[in-house]
Structure formats: C-alpha cells, structure tokens
C-alpha cells in the first residue's frame, strides 16, 4: 500500500505562517524587505526538501515524503533563517543547515507516532497506521541519517551539535516512557522531558542560523536558551489545548492526550494536589478510571469528556496557562543581548503568540 498526499496540501511556508502572526507586524520597508528575504530562503529550504526527501527505493521514496507532503509549518527551519539575518542572512550553509534540523524534526514525528501508538499526524493517518511499526520506525531512520548527511557537509562543529541534539531527543523520549523515577519530582521531570523533546531541537535550528550566518558570537547562546524555553512554553499550551472542546480548531478531541495516557501538566498538577484535596482527588479518580476505559473501543466516551471539562475549568488547568507565561516570558528576557531590529521583534512575537494560541 502506497498512498501518497497530495501535494496541495502543503501551503507556501512564509515567515508570517510559519511563527503565526500577522503580516502587518512588519510595516516599514526596511521590516517588508526582512520579510520577504525569511520568505525567499523558506522557498530555497522548502525546494531542497523535496530534494532530499527522494530515495531510490520506491517504497522508500513514498514513506519519507508521507508527512512532509501532509503539511507542517515549517517553524524551526524559520527560525535559522530569522537567527541568520543577525548576520550575513541566508547563506548556503544556512540553509543546508535548516534543512537537516526540518529532516530531523520529521524523522523523530514517525518514531515518536509509533511509540505513541498516535492515529493520526497532520489530518492524516499515521505512518504506521498504513505500513505498520517497522516501515515507519525505518523511515524515521532513513530520515535521521539523511539530516546527518546534510549536516556533515558543514564540519566538524555542525556534527556535534546535531549528535547533542539527537541524544537529547532519545533521552527526553525514553524519560518520557520510562516516567519519573523513585525521589524524583514528576513535575520537573516532565518539564525536562520538555526541554529535551521539543526545546532542543528548536533552540539548535536558533543557533545555526548564528553559527552559519557569520554573526557574533556573543549572540549564540541568548537565542539558544530562547530557543529551549519558547519549546517548553510551546508544550505546555499544547497541554491547554489538549483539553479544548472545539475539535475543529485544535484538529484533535479533548482529552487525546491524556487517552493516549500521557501525563500532562494540568493532570500533574492535579496529581499533586489530590494528596490534600478531596475533590482534586475525586476528579482524578474518574480520569484515571476512565482513561483505563477509553483503551477499550466498545466504552462509552460521554463520561469522559465530562471529566475533561471539569479539568479544563479546573484551577491545575489555569496554574498550567500561567507556568507556560513564564517560560515564554523568560524566553523573551533572554533576547536582551539582541540587537533592536526586526529580528528581534519577530522572535518576541513568535513567543507572545504562542501563549495566546490557548485563548
């Protein structure tokens, strides 16, 4: 079985797509003229991924273009580009550099959708719901060492970062599976998962648009640490919008998430709070009654989605909303060192932005 995506459904990437916000935030010709050479640079990544995302073997060729072809909006390669014009701007380097760092995030969503044992990806079925376990575990793999070939072409500094970077994507998803250990706190255990998972990777396609840009140097580690904290922010929104009860918007139904039995913030909290609260552990008992039932397919969900209501108006929900604040707003403090300009100005509004993505 070989279906493939149409390829319309991949919309142009733009810088204001990709980050989420409105193409007025750039009003003068010097901010339209940025604008436009993010978005001269996204066709150039977009073109080379469909270059590199060609195999010779036919089944090969079909699997590894399955989710790029089903969408994505192309935030990480967005933000190289952006880091890049605190330099020399889109350089080859540049953007090889984003390409392997969009090739990675590909490859680790067809290994992270089978220990998920996720349905869908980007309004599609997952890869292994249409080739199985192993053909998309070996495409997540075709793909990883297709990024490590773009980036070795950039020396010797590229391939440690991309091996830091991979090493923390496993270990944030082995954490995630095995759970907290014995003593360790769940809370902060999960916010590290975070930081690993989605915050790594973010904050290294920040820093090779520094490193490949020629920019100074001074600068590489503020949007490093922007780059970890706006990806732990980005995580715990998808936590609130996890329990939103408009499908249509989110692409998900509430309470997928926590089905699936993860263990997000708002439950975490909830969790924490059941040890002294009787109510908080009156609504955690249900939830995790009726998580155990949701894996059996002839249960009702009606009891559910009650539950998930309750959460979502619950007070963990509202701690969760304000603990995603915060690392945005620390995301924001940590580009002082950047120079004023257009930049910097679009890297404030893609972490603003993400937060309001919850209201």
């Not at 020399?88 to 067809?110: F, M, P, R």
């Not at 070996?138 to 060492?145: C, K, N, P, Q, V």
């Not at 949007?223 to 692409?251: H, N």
Request: aromatic share 6%.
């Amino acid at each position: 079985m070989n279906p493939s995506v149409p390829l319309a459904r991949r919309s142009k990437s733009t810088l204001s797509a990709a980050l989420g916000f409105n193409e007025k935030l750039f009003a003068s010709r010097e901010e339209r003229a940025f604008a436009d050479a993010i978005d001269q640079g996204l066709a150039k990544v977009e073109e080379g991924l469909l270059e590199e995302l060609q195999f010779t073997d036919d089944l090969a060729d079909v699997t590894s273009r399955y989710l790029f072809e089903a969408g994505g909006k192309r935030v990480r390669p967005t933000l190289a580009l952006l880091t890049a014009q605190l330099g020399t701007g889109a350089t080859d380097d540049v953007i090889t550099a984003a390409k392997s760092v969009e090739i990675t995030h590909l490859a680790s969503l067809y290994h992270d959708d089978v220990m998920d044992e996720a349905q869908m990806r980007r309004g599609v079925p997952s890869a292994q719901n249409v080739w199985g376990n192993s053909v998309a575990i070996l495409t997540g793999d075709l793909l990883f060492a297709r990024a490590a070939t773009l980036i070795a072409s950039l020396g010797e500094g590229a391939v440690r970062l991309q091996a830091k970077t991979f090493e923390r994507l496993c270990l944030g998803q082995l954490h995630e599976t095995i759970g907290p250990r014995d003593g360790e706190n769940p809370i902060e255990h999960y916010l590290q998962v975070l930081a690993d998972k989605t915050g790594s990777l973010i904050s290294t396609a920040a820093e090779v648009g520094i490193m490949f840009s020629g920019a100074d140097e001074a600068l590489r580690e503020p949007v490093v640490e922007f780059g970890e904290k706006v990806g732990v922010a980005f995580q715990l929104i998808d936590d609130v919008i996890d329990l939103s009860p408009q499908p249509e918007k989110t692409g998900k139904t509430a309470g997928t998430d926590l089905r699936a039995g993860v263990s997000t913030l708002p439950l975490l909290y909830l969790r924490e709070q059941a040890e002294t609260d009787a109510s908080a552990a009156g609504l955690l008992a249900r939830i995790e009654r009726e998580v155990e039932a949701a894996f059996d397919p002839d249960a009702p969900a009606e009891g559910f989605s009650s539950s998930i209501a309750e959460l979502r108006e619950h007070e963990v929900t509202r701690r969760t909303l304000t603990e995603a604040h915060r690392w945005a707003n620390e995301a924001i403090a940590a580009l002082g060192p950047l120079p004023a300009g257009p930049v910097k100005k679009a890297l404030t509004r893609f972490a603003e932005q993400i937060v309001e993505r919850s209201s």
